[in-house]
C-alpha cells in the first residue's frame, strides 16, 4: 500500500469520514478518488456520499468508512 494511501485510510479509521478538500489540506493529496479506489480493492468498506452545494450549483465526495470493524479486512 503507497503511503499516501496509508495516511487516508488512517484518517478514515480515527475520524470515520473525508473529503477531497480535507485530504488536499491535511496530505496534499490531489487524487483522493484514486486512493479511495486502492482501499477499495483491498475491501476496506468505503462509502461515497454526494454533498449539494445549493449556493454553487455543484457537488463534492464525502468518503465514509464502514465503522462496523466486522465488515473490515483481516
Known amino acids: 500500500m503507497?503511503?499516501?494511501?496509508?495516511k487516508i485510510l488512517d484518517h478514515l479509521i480515527e475520524?470515520?469520514?473525508?473529503t477531497p478538500l480535507a485530504a488536499l489540506n491535511k496530505f496534499?493529496?490531489?487524487?483522493?478518488?484514486a486512493r479511495i479506489h486502492e482501499?477499495?480493492?483491498y475491501r476496506w468498506p468505503i462509502e461515497t456520499q454526494r454533498v449539494k452545494m445549493e449556493?454553487?450549483?455543484s457537488?463534492?465526495?464525502?468518503?465514509i468508512?464502514?465503522?462496523d470493524q466486522d465488515m473490515w479486512p483481516q
Not at 475520524?15 to 473525508?18: A, N
Open 15 to 18: 475520524h470515520g469520514s473525508l
Open 59 to 63: 457537488s463534492y465526495a464525502n468518503y
Open 55 to 57: 449556493s454553487k450549483g
Open 2 to 6: 503507497k503511503p499516501s494511501t496509508q
Open 65 to 67: 468508512l464502514d465503522q
Open 39 to 41: 482501499l477499495r480493492g
Open 28 to 33: 496534499g493529496e490531489f487524487r483522493l478518488a
